[in-house]
């Protein structure tokens, strides 16, 4: 049973990085194709993503709408998972590229699943294990590798870049521990709604959805659309619904699949080549995460 109930954790956290990984290529088109804004998509995406699920909770659970407000531990915690980690871990990544480089934002926000493995042994006072360690740095390799698609200028950034990156994987390793009591006692539906809801209003003080900077067209809605469904409310929610399943450790190092895998998208969509260091990055961090699944 326990054996199967990893195996569904695991197959959840899988899926969301491939649901991130296709909304990544979405956005990249957003952005170069329809010239929309990071800050105005990221405001959208949450707003919108969290209105839908909350909408749908609510068929679910009539208390879906009102618990935060029945209880002040549960407001105070919806609204720091959503302001620190739903919010925050979208802005600043968003940051670090607008500073640097998609590929210097993806390997420094890859520190994240450091920082879980290490609060969790903080947590346990047990330290991890140094097979542990070296499959973590082995994966983190392999995702540098990927991103980095064998230039070493894809690697250079400023020190506020590299800053903001490492908020990035702070907020990243936050989300990804501190909702597990909500997710128990309220459901991941509620949960991630209301996070997505509150992160949407906060990004709306910086850029309202109604200030659109962008080409509107058929094809741009379409991807907006796809952003939305697939790499918001779907991703987020299926993401944090494997945390009932396996730890927060593993769920992190899961998200290793999104570079590979929007690496793999933009080979058939942009007609990319898939280049040797890509390829050892591709066998590293497969065979860190297969090892890694076992320990963690």
Not at 51 to 59: D, E, K, N, S, V
Not at 66 to 91: A, C, E, N
Request: proline share 3%.
């Amino acid at each position: 049973m326990l054996k199967n109930q990893k195996t569904i954790g695991i197959l959840y956290a899988s899926i969301a990085a491939a649901l991130w990984a296709i909304s990544g290529i979405s956005g990249q088109i957003l952005f170069n194709q329809f010239h929309f804004s990071a800050t105005w998509l990221v405001s959208t995406r949450m707003l919108l993503a969290g209105f839908l699920l909350l909408m749908i909770a609510r068929i679910k659970n009539k208390d879906a709408l009102t618990w935060p407000f029945k209880h002040r531990t549960d407001f105070i915690s919806i609204l720091s998972f959503s302001l620190l980690g739903m919010y925050l871990v979208q802005f600043t990544y968003f940051k670090t590229i607008e500073l640097s480089s998609a590929s210097f934002a993806t390997i420094v926000q890859y520190i994240g699943p450091v920082f879980v493995i290490f609060y969790t042994a903080l947590q346990t006072k047990m330290l991890p294990a140094k097979k542990t360690i070296y499959l973590i740095l082995l994966a983190l390799l392999g995702v540098t590798l990927i991103a980095a698609k064998g230039k070493l200028a894809n690697l250079i950034a400023s020190p506020a870049a590299f800053l903001w990156g490492i908020g990035s994987a702070i907020s990243l390793a936050f989300y990804s521990i501190q909702p597990r009591r909500l997710l128990a006692e309220h459901g991941s539906i509620a949960v991630v709604g209301w996070g997505m809801l509150l992160g949407g209003i906060a990004a709306n003080i910086i850029h309202p959805i109604w200030k659109v900077d962008g080409m509107v067209t058929l094809t741009s809605v379409l991807q907006i659309f796809i952003v939305i469904i697939f790499g918001t409310a779907c991703s987020f929610l299926i993401y944090l619904s494997s945390l009932r399943y396996i730890s927060s450790a593993l769920a992190s190092v899961l998200t290793a699949f999104e570079p590979i895998l929007a690496t793999v998208f933009s080979i058939f969509i942009f007609q990319l080549r898939f280049s040797l260091p890509e390829f050892i990055g591709f066998l590293l961090v497969l065979g860190a995460i297969l090892f890694l699944q076992k320990t963690l």
